[in-house]
């Protein structure tokens, strides 16, 4: 069976196609929806909603929000020992593999991952190696946006025509626009922000929140900051709808009453809104759209739940946005649609899915002013962004000197006309004949970028035939074949709760944290946490069942009353 998984910034699910279409497995918690965080406990390993309890209450153990730093070396420290970004990412996976097995019955041994249409070389394959880590086979990287178009075409037969499927998640801001006309789907443009998302929204509350009360950031304790961040996070959520409540908090001792209206929150996000512009408008003018060509705009990930997200759309298309009913949900959907495509699925025959390359890359060259003056540093594409995959282009390039060694072949990604704007992916070096003179001493250099969105680079010399070809694995961000597998071999030692367990842990992680959030309820809660420990060791299942719903009902009943 293969599995489709959208591992989000702040949340992941995981789901598969059947007969039926697709179908989402809940977690232990029975939600959809795993929380993307770790905690680490003494030696064992905690994911999803009782490792984002455990964010206030055990900061320095547990982290959110990592696939940020997919592709990156950046290691994280919990507890004894520190993870890289593909690791965590790897926990996340493992959790959500386990919730499958345990709907579906079987071992999962391959999954279809979806990612940001704009990630990078480096962060997919980062993410194909957080599927090894996890013991899964990645058969296939889907972009999250033309997921989403899948899950929505399938849903709405008559939403055929072109349509721009705008996803604004929790860390990156993506946008598509495909043809959808009876089973094809086609991408026509991807565009994006790798590093917006509702997180810099937050960020804006955090940021007048400190301001207005005269406080510096670095000077607010780790632990009240994760809750002045869980509670800005809450606020920021009803911002969309009616009356807000002011936010009343304990900081450092002292008592803060703070406010923000819809209005002053706008304005203050504005600069995030302005960048939200250029990804829609490039991606506009390279499908060749006008606004009013498009039949249908589409908003998915939770931070297109807020209104000034719907405002952007009305203004720069003159329509409102329409829904997703689910928008959280979408591009799982539309991941499983493709682990049944994957999987030859009969309903799914006639689909036809293309996409595209969201990058324009190429090479470095050098170029020679009309004095003969040499100019380096210049980009020289080689596959345009927005070409239809899987596409393969070659140049010709020739040493500027006689008698020239050596010649370097630079591959950057990126739309800059100078390469120091653009992202490096890699180099590759080849001898030349120094006997030869430049023009017959070229190469030729062949750039294939396949469905996954990775690229294959190969050159071939003219004189001597001979073919090197460029493994981009060398980038500091990833990981080499051996880290991989000492790292398996670490992470196959971490103890992970067993799943039956979670609902019980999960609820003790939110009673501690209710303990650090409320000074006048602590007596309350450490009687409740010592009681359910007691039941605990009973081991006797139904009790323990019976009490932990009453305990869920009384820390339900304390956090509103609050
Ligand atoms: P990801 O795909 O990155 O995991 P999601 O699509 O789950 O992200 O969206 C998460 C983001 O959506 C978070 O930044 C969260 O604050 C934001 N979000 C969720 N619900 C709302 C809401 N009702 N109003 C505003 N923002 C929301
Ligand atoms: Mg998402």
């Not at 209104?307 to 949900?329: E, I, K």
């Not at 009309?370 to 100019?375: A, E, M, R, T, V």
């Not at 469905?451 to 493994?471: D, F, M, P, W, Y």
Request: proline share 4%.
């Amino acid at each position: 069976m293969i599995v489709g998984i959208d591992l989000g910034t702040t949340h992941s699910l995981v789901g598969a196609y059947s007969e039926s279409g697709s179908r989402l497995f809940p977690n232990a918690l029975g939600d959809v929806l795993t929380p993307s965080v770790v905690s680490v406990d003494g030696s064992t390993v905690l994911v999803g909603q009782a490792a984002r309890e455990r964010l206030i209450s055990h900061p320095h153990h547990t982290v959110a929000s990592f696939k940020r730093w997919m592709g990156t070396a950046r290691e994280t420290r919990l507890g004894d020992r520190s993870f890289r970004p593909e690791e965590l990412s790897a926990l996340v996976l493992r959790s959500l593999l386990a919730d499958a097995e345990a709907a579906l019955g079987e071992k999962i041994e391959e999954a279809v991952i979806s990612v940001p249409a704009y990630f990078s070389d480096a962060q997919r394959k980062a993410t194909r190696t957080a599927g090894e880590l996890a013991g899964v086979r990645v058969e296939r990287l889907i972009n999250e946006p033309t997921a989403a178009a899948l899950a929505y075409g399938l849903q709405n037969r008559d939403g055929e025509g072109r349509f721009l499927v705008f996803d604004l998640g929790g860390g990156t801001f993506d946008v598509s626009i495909l043809e959808c006309f009876e089973n094809v789907f086609e991408v026509h443009a991807s565009a994006g922000d790798n590093f917006l998302g509702g997180e810099d929204f937050l960020d804006v509350l955090v940021e007048a929140f400190c301001q207005d009360n005269h406080l510096r950031q670095p000077a607010i304790l780790a632990q009240e900051y994760g809750q002045l961040r869980r509670r800005l996070e809450l606020l920021k959520r009803e911002l969309g709808g009616t009356a807000v409540a002011p936010l009343q908090m304990a900081i450092g001792g002292r008592d803060y009453v703070w406010s923000i209206d819809e209005e002053r929150f706008a304005r203050l996000a504005e600069p995030l809104v302005q960048r939200m512009r250029t990804p829609i408008e490039r991606a506009m003018r390279d499908a060749k759209l006008q606004p009013s060509q498009l039949d249908e705009i589409v908003l998915v990930g939770g931070a297109s739940r807020m209104p000034l997200v719907a405002r952007l759309v009305s203004r720069m298309f003159g329509r409102l946005p329409l829904r997703h009913v689910n928008p959280d949900q979408a591009i799982a959907l539309g991941a499983s649609v493709a682990a049944g495509l994957k999987s030859r699925d009969a309903k799914l025959e006639e689909i036809i899915l293309t996409d595209v390359c969201p990058y324009t890359l190429g090479t470095q060259i050098a170029r020679r002013d009309p004095n003969g003056q040499i100019h380096t540093g210049f980009f020289h594409p080689i596959i345009l962004r927005n070409s239809t995959v899987p596409v393969s282009r070659e140049d010709q390039f020739f040493p500027m000197h006689d008698n020239q060694q050596k010649l370097t072949i630079d591959i950057f990604q990126g739309e800059n006309p100078l390469v120091a704007n653009n992202i490096k992916l890699g180099e590759i070096t080849v001898d030349l004949d120094k006997r030869r003179q430049t023009d017959e001493n070229g190469v030729t250099v062949r750039f294939t970028y396949d469905i996954n969105g990775l690229l294959q680079v190969e050159v071939t010399e003219h004189a001597s035939k001979r073919r090197h070809e460029l493994l981009l694995e060398q980038n500091p961000g990833l990981m080499t074949p051996e880290e991989i597998r000492a790292r398996l071999a670490a992470l196959a030692e971490l103890k992970v709760h067993p799943r039956e367990q979670q609902e019980n842990i999960a609820v003790l992680a939110r009673a501690e944290r209710l303990y650090e959030e409320f000074l006048h309820e602590r007596e309350r809660l450490q009687e409740w946490i010592m009681h359910f420990r007691a039941i605990l060791d009973t081991q006797d299942n139904t009790l323990i069942a019976r009490q932990r719903g009453q305990f869920v009902e009384a820390l339900d009943a304390l956090e509103a009353q609050a």
